[in-house]
Every structure is written in structure tokens, then in C-alpha cells.
């Protein structure tokens, strides 16, 4: 397990999760240049939406409520996903969101790191910890319609469409995916 050291003295990060190509871990306060950049990607907005995340102040108020917030309360939530050398490339992890019935794989990468399969690999290595570490026996991902790469990779997961549902009110409906997990 790799071992960075926080930017509070003291403190070590350790990874959550390694791949071949990935080094996955809680997000802590010295990411927020990161995710600033990542959340106002034109991709981002459009197919996750826009979290309203425009300064470092911004995305510390992002990551302590949501992230850091759900890291306390069910030991999981999405992860700085970096390369082997430390380059920040996407998050990736698990939520658990009230207006859902099952806990959501979700994941978010920079266009630049699209289409190298980094995103399939994260999330399985996700699924397979979610049902070790966390003991979950069903596992959803919710996409947009019209993003045609993040389905390929929910069907690559073995999750297969259920059903349309609202997630926000005055947003169009979204594509709904499942699949029990086997305790891998």
C-alpha cells in the first residue's frame, strides 16, 4: 500500500485502492486545485452537472460536505484517482446517496485520460472492494442518456439498465443500472 503524506503534519494518506495503473485514496483539502479543474470540465457539467465549485474554498466546502462527510459516515465515498507517478486523472469510489436505493459506483476522469480504460479499471477495483471491505451485495450507477462512454463502461462492470429516474427536479430523467455483487 502506497503511503503519501498529507499536507497536515503528522498525517499519512494511504491509499484506499491500487491498480496496475492507479493509486486511488481519500481526497484530502491540498486536491481542491484538482477538483476545481475537474468539476468545471465542459463534461462534467454537462453529463454530471454543475456542483458550483468555482474557487479552493469552493471545493473544500465540496469535499468536507460531501466526500470527507460521507468518508465518516460509511467509510467510502469517491477517491483522488491518480496514475502510478501521481498524475491527478479522475475520482472514482462509492456513494450513498438518500434519493437512491443502493449505493452508486461513480467515477469522473479528465478528458485527457478518456479512453485508455482507466475508468473501467478503477471502478471494478471499486466493486470488488465495496463487496470486500464494505460487504455490499448490490451496486448501482446512474449516467446520463446520452453519455455513451460511461454506459460502455457500467455494461463492461456488468450492470445492466433497469430503469429512466429523476434525480434533480427540472433535470431530464437519467439511465439507471444494477447488479448484485458476489462477495469478489
Partial sequence: ????HSSEPGLAILAELETPRLILRRLEFADAP???KLLNEPSFIENIGDRGVRSIEDAHRYMREGQMAMYDKFGFGLWHTATRDGVPAGLCGLLKRDILPDV????AFLPQFWGQGLAYEAAAATLRHGASKFGLRRVIGVVSAGNAGSIRVLEKLGLSFERMI????????VRLYGRTLSGE
Fill in 104 to 107: 452508486d459506483v461513480g467515477y
Fill in 166 to 173: 429523476v434525480m434533480q427536479e427540472g433535470r431530464p430523467p
Fill in 34 to 36: 484538482f477538483v476545481v
Fill in 1 to 4: 500500500m502506497v503511503c503519501r
